[in-house]
């Protein structure tokens, strides 16, 4: 079975410019999340999506960030414009916790490492 | 809040044990988890353990929880130089829906 996918790897773009990263979970997981792994960190959530819903979103710097689940299945998340303080790992993790349910195991991908330059 | 503490460094002969520490803060954690980090990839669960048990081993691995005093280890017996990666110990709670809050990862280097 594929693991969490996502894509790029890897990204270089100047200040300013827009980048959209790409993530397709395990089949079947129905909740999706974003992290934002600094260097020397643990991750940090940005958002969590349950099926199609962006169920927690309070840690998404909503000025310049955005994300998307529209079919309930992969989905992408996008900053426009960049700064410099964005460089750090994006993973993306899934999962197929019940609503309410206290076990949480997530799986992750490899990550989108961010350089902006 | 949550506020989940490693230490950054631990270096260790191969065969030796690593011993792996993580403070927490918040009482009402369900779960508590470490998972492992190689270099260039995602995180990999390695263990878990529910919030009422004492102690946990799988293999090599051993848990130890200490609720009252909310300190949570993490021994790997025989250490080999595969081991080496970093640790993360992170925690779910009744509240936040679940969600999982990670230490700061300790870097754990095996020397052969």
């Known amino acids: 079975e594929a693991g969490v996918v996502q894509s790029p790897r890897y990204k270089i773009i100047e200040k300013k410019q827009p980048v959209a990263f790409w993530c397709n979970p395990i089949s079947g997981h129905n909740t999706l999340y974003w992290y934002l792994q600094n260097l020397g960190q643990g991750p940090e959530l940005l958002i969590r999506y349950e099926n199609e819903e962006a169920v927690d979103d309070s840690q998404l710097p909503k000025d310049r960030f955005s994300a998307e689940r529209l079919k309930g299945v992969d989905s992408t998340l996008k900053i426009q414009p960049a700064e410099l303080g964005d460089s750090a790992v994006y993973l993306c993790a899934s999962s197929s916790r019940s609503s309410g349910d206290p076990y949480n195991e997530q799986f992750f991908g490899p990550g989108t490492r961010l350089t902006v330059l | 809040g949550e506020d989940v503490e490693q230490s950054l460094f631990l270096s260790v002969r191969e065969g030796d044990s690593s011993v792996i520490n993580c403070t927490y803060t918040?009482?009402?954690?369900?779960?508590l988890y470490w998972y492992k980090q190689e270099p260039g990839a995602g995180l990999q669960l390695l263990t878990y353990i529910f919030s009422n048990m004492d102690m946990k081993q799988d293999q090599r691995l051993t848990v130890l929880l200490n609720k009252k005093d909310k300190h949570l280890s993490l021994r790997i017996a025989d250490t080999q130089t595969g081991d080496s990666a970093i640790y993360f110990c992170a925690e779910s709670m009744s509240t936040g829906a679940n969600n999982l809050f990670f230490g700061t990862g300790t870097r754990l280097t095996v020397i052969p």
């Open positions: 918040d009482s009402s954690s369900t779960y």
